[in-house]
């Protein structure tokens, strides 16, 4: 079945460190990544999604490219702020018939000081 | 205007009791979810139904029964509440079967279950 693995948590970064989360996955098919992130007493909302192999996300300073060959899609920061802090979870969908589900990583909790 | 819309946020209940946790979106989607977010923050699917007819029924007791009257509701009542039952709850939608393949998915804030 598909699959997906975060690296362990939590990180704890000082702000304007860089940040790299790590994400892997096992899926048949093709399936697209994705990152979604949780900030306190909230739901999850979309940070960024890759389609295809070679693909980049990017949103708010975030990036992940979709490795096909190391079956990975690591979330990168080049400074991180305040107001990252958050959980994040790496997932991946995968079409079955017509329909598709979205399996999620454990996710990981960031927290950055000033 | 809050586009998924859970109530309650939170729910205190004890052992045994029956309850039911709401959901409406006002994004005009045709398909919700309902997933389970653990101590531990692990996210999994339970439900998710697509116009009104359940799609994707998970491994989940059956005393967890979803209920869909139109698209823009799906409703999750819970009979003899567990201990192990005690979590946060996360409604969402998309707009088809095959949303979350191609577009994200919409969360509602949550409702955090605790049954003591």
């Known amino acids: 079945g598909n699959s997906v693995t975060q690296m362990e948590g939590p990180v704890t970064l000082s702000e304007e460190a860089f940040l790299t989360i790590n994400c892997t996955y096992t899926?048949?098919?093709?399936?697209?990544l994705f990152w979604y992130v949780q900030y306190p007493g909230e739901g999850l909302q979309l940070l960024l999604k890759?389609?295809?192999?070679?693909d980049k996300g990017s949103n708010k300073g975030f990036e992940a490219t979709y490795r096909k060959e190391t079956t990975s899609f690591h979330l990168e920061k080049g400074s991180v702020q305040v107001s990252d802090s958050a959980v994040y979870f790496c997932?991946?969908?995968?079409?079955?018939?017509?329909?598709?589900?979205?399996?999620f990583g454990e996710g990981i909790t960031l927290s950055v000081r000033p | 205007d809050t586009a998924v819309s859970q109530t309650p946020k939170y729910l205190v209940t004890q052992m045994g009791n029956d309850k039911s946790i709401k959901c409406e979106q006002n994004?005009?989607?045709?398909?919700m979810y309902w997933y389970k977010q653990d101590s531990k923050k692990f996210l999994k699917i339970m439900f998710s139904?697509?116009?009104?007819?359940?799609?994707i029924n998970e491994t989940v007791p059956n005393r967890f029964s979803p209920k869909s009257p139109d698209k823009a509701h799906l409703n999750l009542h819970i009979n003899s509440l567990e201990l192990g039952d005690s979590a946060v709850y996360f409604c969402?939608?998309?707009?088809?079967?095959?949303?979350?393949?191609?577009?994200?998915?919409?969360f509602g804030n949550g409702t955090r279950l605790t049954v003591t």
């Open positions: 969402a939608s998309s707009p088809n079967p095959a949303g979350s393949y191609n577009s994200p998915l919409h």
């Open positions: 899926a048949t098919g093709y399936p697209s």
């Open positions: 890759a389609t295809k192999a070679d």
């Open positions: 997932a991946l969908s995968a079409r079955t018939g017509a329909n598709s589900k979205l399996t």
């Open positions: 994004l005009g989607h045709d398909t």
């Open positions: 139904y697509n116009n009104k007819e359940l799609i």
